[in-house]
């Protein structure tokens, strides 16, 4: 890819929505870093994956639960991408994931994620 590439919106909202892990690992850099804070893992403390291989069982994890997935208020510019996925448990649990991503040509380079779910 070259400098200009633009991080591709469309596949990785369909990807989420559809859960497909694997498509959405392909949105990250070999090098990318996942911070993520929640009730488990508090700003302290946060859970971090560095690499597409610690990234990936994450992303099969989270994408091989029974629970739907729609991304909402996306915003993307030249080298950054803020977007919100509203998720549900079919019992109706709810969890709201915020998350803040660092792109480089074309691709994840660096993101940092917050949730929280019903209790």
């Known amino acids: ?32 870093e996942v911070t993520v804070v929640d009730r488990n893992h508090p700003p302290r403390s946060p859970q971090v994956f560095k690499g597409k291989d610690e990234i990936r069982p994450w992303l099969e994890d989270t994408y091989s639960r029974d ?10 510019g030249q080298d950054r991408v803020a977007l919100t996925t509203l998720c549900r448990y079919p019992d109706g649990t709810n969890v709201r994931c915020a998350c803040t991503a660092d792109v480089s040509d074309g691709l994840i380079t660096r993101q940092n994620v917050v949730q929280v779910w019903d209790e």
Do not use: I, K
């Open 67 to 76: 629970m739907t997935h729609q991304v909402v208020d996306p915003v993307v």
């Open 1 to 32: 890819m070259n400098a200009n590439t633009v991080f591709d919106l469309a596949g990785f909202t369909r990807a989420t929505e559809e859960r497909n892990a694997q498509t959405l690992l392909e949105s990250y850099a070999e090098d990318a």
